[in-house]
């Protein structure tokens, strides 16, 4: 019996693992996503500066 609970307890760990990995790759996605819009839109900013359309 104890080699049963080893077995689910090793199951659930890497269900748990699983899980944790795809929510911080969902995060680390949406973070980049955000760095890149961010920095996109900061370049628009500096180059209307500079051409003096603001």
């Not at 307890?9 to 659930?12: L, M, R, V």
């Given at each position: 019996k104890?080699?049963?609970?080893y077995k689910i307890?090793?199951?659930?760990a890497k269900h748990i693992?699983?899980?944790l990995t795809n929510s911080i790759s969902k995060i680390h996605r949406?973070?980049?996503v955000r760095t890149t819009l961010v920095l996109l839109?900061?370049?628009?900013y500096f180059f209307k500066v500079e051409n003096g359309h603001l």
């Open positions: 104890p080699k049963i609970i307890s090793i199951q659930i693992l699983l899980s949406t973070l980049q839109f900061n370049l628009n």
